[in-house]
Nanobody
Framework: QVQLVESGGGLVQAGGSLRLSCAASGLTFSNCAMGWFRQAPGKEREFVSSISRRGGTTFYADSVKGRFTISRDNAKNTVYLQMNSLKPEDTAVYFC??????????????????WGQGTQVTVSS
């Protein structure tokens, strides 16, 4: 019954911005760290960002540091990824993930229990 539903993807020109949302249901959202991953065509899935249960700690891949911002609203059971200064190499399917595990940095996909279906982000040059 756990569902993670991403939204906000689309086509944007290089230098533009998008905000992705992930709405969670069927889990105790405030007990879960949340993460964003992405997978580009022909590439392996890679870590993008993660956020702690209360939102006080965040992590970012070097490739997006300074451009992307992760946040969460536990009252709305939603995690966000604000993406600024987008580059063509950001083109990928972006996946939201949740984990109830404790004591990790949530940098690996193996640490997550639940995954959304993904939303396509395409950045034109």
């Amino acid at each position: 019954q756990v569902q993670l539903v991403e939204s906000g993807g689309g086509l944007v020109q290089a230098g533009g911005s998008l905000r992705l949302s992930c709405a969670a249901s069927g889990l105790t959202f405030s007990n879960c760290a949340m993460g964003w991953f992405r997978q580009a065509p022909g590439k392996e899935r890679e870590f993008v960002s993660s956020i702690s249960r209360r939102g006080g700690t965040t992590f970012y891949a070097d490739s997006v540091k300074g451009r992307f911002t992760i946040s969460r609203d536990n009252a709305k059971n939603t995690v966000y990824l604000q993406m600024n200064s987008l580059k063509p190499e950001d083109t990928a399917v972006y996946f939201c993930a949740a984990t109830s595990r404790l004591g990790t940095l949530f940098l690996s996909g193996a640490e997550y229990n639940y995954w959304g279906q993904g939303t396509q982000v395409t950045v034109s040059s």
